[in-house]
């Protein structure tokens, strides 16, 4: 409990058990508190609930004053463990003190050695600078007599290459146009367009009436050119396309694409696919009054076969 703070006091606490001394003991003060009523002598004191409750009171006081001087002890002790525990820290902190000191001192020294040796690789160091300098100078130099060396070397090969280079450059030339001149003159093979899903006799003769005679011709169709085979065979963009005439003729060319004369336009990422052409064709059907699909006999055929 707290120095200085009372207890509260319990007036409701029961009496404690002791016998009540007799009247003749009663301290003078109870006994002698009534004065006398008109020369009436007072009648002799007797102990009542007054008097107990007064003794509770000061045994109370006696007990808190007691309590706070246990206190005041228990404080004192731990004071003077905290100035022992303190006094320790010290001679602790003394010692750390003294232990860093010494350690300061070492080092220092070995400060003042390691500024000493410094000092030592810095004369070695600007020595190898000046060495290094020399050497690099050295070094330009012969790299300046390679260089001019390499450059006679590269002017005649490059000499040599270039007249070489032109003289197999005029016999490529002259291969080429040879080459040119015998495709030239050899027609042309047709391919058989039969072969094509779709294309019976009929289409294949007005096809190539028409100019129309390869598979490298179909397979680079686009848009425009299936409207006008379209209006050409007198049958709708949409069956050109539902066939697969492009795909087919591809796939007749040994490969999923177009020739290398038609490599730019299959390379172009923007081209448009196969629904996106039926839907312009069929859009181009409708404005040129192409809805319906005409009969076509070169289907039928195939179909039955």
Do not use: N
């Amino acid at each position: 409990m707290p120095i200085g703070h009372d207890a509260p006091v319990s007036e409701e606490a029961p009496p404690t058990a002791r016998s009540h001394p007799p009247v003749d003991s009663a301290p003078p003060s109870l006994r002698d508190s009534a004065p006398p009523l008109h020369g009436i002598p007072k009648p002799p004191h007797v102990p009542g609930a007054d008097d107990d409750r007064r003794l509770r009171r000061a045994e109370e006081r006696a007990q808190r004053a007691s309590a706070r001087a246990d206190e005041a002890q228990r404080q004192t002790r731990e004071l003077e463990q905290a100035v022992a525990e303190r006094d320790e820290q010290l001679a602790r902190i003394r010692s750390q003190h003294d232990s860093l000191r010494a350690l300061t001192d070492i080092r220092a020294q070995r400060l003042r050695e390691l500024e000493a040796r410094e000092g030592q690789h810095e004369l070695a160091l600007r020595r190898h600078e000046q060495d290094l300098a020399d050497e690099r100078a050295r070094h330009r130099a012969e790299i300046d007599e390679l260089k001019l060396t390499h450059e006679a070397a590269l002017a005649t090969l490059r000499q040599t290459l270039e007249s070489r280079h032109q003289v197999e450059l005029d016999q490529l030339r002259e291969a080429l146009a040879e080459t040119r001149r015998l495709a030239a003159s050899a027609p042309p093979a047709a391919d058989d367009l039969r072969k094509i899903y779709g294309i019976g006799p009929k289409y294949e003769r007005i096809l190539k009436e028409a100019g129309i005679d390869s598979y490298a011709q179909i397979a680079a169709w686009g848009e425009e050119d299936l409207v006008a085979a379209a209006k050409l065979l007198k049958t709708t963009p949409a069956r050109i396309v539902k066939a697969g005439w492009v795909a087919s003729a591809r796939e007749l060319l040994g490969a999923d694409e177009a020739p290398a004369s038609e490599a730019a336009v299959e390379q172009d990422t923007d081209a448009p696919t196969e629904p996106e052409v039926t839907s312009r064709a069929a859009a181009t059907e409708r404005e040129a009054g192409l809805d319906a699909e005409p009969h076509d006999p070169d289907a039928d055929a195939q179909g039955r076969g």
